[in-house]
């Protein structure tokens, strides 16, 4: 048997049609006249697929639509009407339809549809496959991705993955910069040798070259033994320098020698020794800016930036939110031996809306906290913190309902110059072009509208 499909749909006629040409061609197909039917239906047995109707008696088809997308993860939701506009077709495609038909429609368009959701699923099986075995070969939780921009990143991810090729792994803190890096080192060549991270912001300059290169015993005052480094640990394998525009520029000279040279040469050794390592770099930094500014050396960022992979912020991929949300739903419910059922519509609404400044790291431990916290098997609002219930205004947002000019303009002008920003890889003489302003006013209005 094929797919389960429900057809929703108060005209009988067209139910019965659509039911014989979706039966003829495999499928197993329910019905329902209604929205209650059509949730009675998906509680008594879950479908991959729903073709709902927009109007009908009632609960109508746009309202119904969000209760489907949570009781259906995964699953295709197409929304059909002889009343619609592109309007509707957008507002459907946002609350989480995959496409929207137009009446009077042939057979033919949906099954052409249907065959389309069939292969997308398809598609994202196989990389959720993909994304377990990464999971556990490094031992990391799974990179979940529903966005475009994160699904380009993971793509990325893979074509990095075959090369030795030296990876700068730029975004925002707590993005998960290092989950991709451990990503692209367990599908490489490489996977079943060292993968060694290093924070270069965490360990003081003064010991953070004997850290990486490594030190004769009484090499310097302390050193009472001799100690390898870590990219002598990780020959073979990878190394992985997180927060790399922290590091000092008089050590930027020794690393870029040891890039070129592929050896290291530990404090207080007469020899150096050579090493077979991939490096993978992250920063939150702008280094073309570090760069302009004589903060990071400009011969070592074109040696770290042969293949870039930038991670988006949260605010940005909010089609992940849902399922990050049941990704640590579940996590959580596990480690802390608490069994979770979900989250409420109204609470996942805030999590969808909430800007998140702390990335994927803070979303994490609202998650750990609100199951803490919960009294019942469901995360609600009266879990989530007071500033995600009710968010302040980024700079330069308009409220809802908020009918001014000028702070409309501002909104449009804030928006405008992240996406030049992303467009340009954080290169910000770039994105001036882009918005078509001098370098000068766009540092001007990045301060302004406190753009990070």
């Known amino acids: 048997m094929g797919q389960r499909i429900l057809i929703v749909d108060d005209d009988d006629s067209l139910r019965d049609s659509l039911e014989l040409v979706l039966a003829a061609e495999g499928y197993e197909v329910f019905t329902a006249a209604d929205a209650d039917e059509a949730l009675a239906a998906v509680e008594r047995a879950p479908v991959e697929v729903v073709l709902c109707d927009v109007r009908m008696p009632g609960t109508d088809g746009m309202d119904l639509l969000p209760q489907l997308v949570r009781r259906l993860p995964g699953s295709t939701i ?68 529903a966005s475009g921009s994160m699904i380009d990143a993971l793509e990325m991810v893979e074509r990095a993955a075959e090369f030795k090729a030296t990876v700068l792994v730029t975004g925002e803190s707590g993005t998960g910069k290092e989950v991709m890096a451990r990503a692209i080192h367990a599908q490489s ?12 912001g965490a360990i003081p300059d003064t010991l953070l070259e004997s850290e990486l290169f490594g030190h004769a015993r009484g090499a310097f005052t302390g050193a009472d033994r001799a100690q390898r480094g870590l990219f002598v640990e990780a020959d073979g394998g990878t190394v992985f320098l ?66 870039r992979i930038h991670v988006p912020p949260l605010r940005e991929r909010r089609k992940d939110v849902p399922l990050l949300a049941d990704h640590f739903l579940a996590h959580f419910s596990t480690t802390l031996g608490k069994p979770m059922a979900g989250i409420t519509d109204e609470a996942l609404e805030r999590l969808v809306a909430f800007h998140w400044p702390g990335n994927v790291r803070e979303f994490e431990n609202v ?53 030049a920003l992303q467009a340009s890889d954080g290169n910000r003489t770039h994105a001036a072009r882009l918005l078509g302003i001098s370098h000068r006013s766009l540092l001007y209005k990045i301060k302004e509208y406190g753009i990070r």
């Open 78 to 145: 197409v929304m059909m009407s002889a009343f619609g506009t592109e309007d509707m077709a957008v507002e459907a495609l946002t609350r989480g339809a995959y496409d929207y038909l137009a009446k009077p429609f042939q057979p033919s368009e949906v099954l052409l549809t249907l065959r389309k959701a069939e292969e997308r699923e398809r598609l994202r099986r196989a990389n959720d496959l993909l994304r377990r075995d990464v999971a556990r070969s490094v031992g990391e939780r799974p990179i979940v991705a």
């Open 189 to 200: 060549p490489r996977r079943n040798e060292p993968f060694v991270a290093v924070n270069c």
């Open 242 to 307: 997180d927060e790399i525009g922290e590091m000092p520029v008089s050590l930027q000279v020794k690393l870029l020698r040891v890039l070129q040279e592929e050896e290291v040469r530990p404090l207080g050794e007469p020899k150096s020794r050579s090493i077979d390592v991939r490096v993978i770099a992250a920063t939150a930094r702008d280094l073309e800016a570090e760069v302009a500014s004589g903060g990071f050396r400009e011969d070592l960022f074109y040696r770290l930036n042969v293949l």
């Open 367 to 419: 998650i750990e906290r609100a199951v803490i916290l919960a009294r019942s098997n469901q995360i609600t609002l009266a879990e989530l913190p007071s500033n995600v219930v009710t968010p302040e205004l980024a700079p330069g947002e308009a409220a809802p309902g908020d009918l001014s000019l000028r702070r409309a303009r501002k909104a449009l002008e804030a928006d405008l110059i992240r996406r």
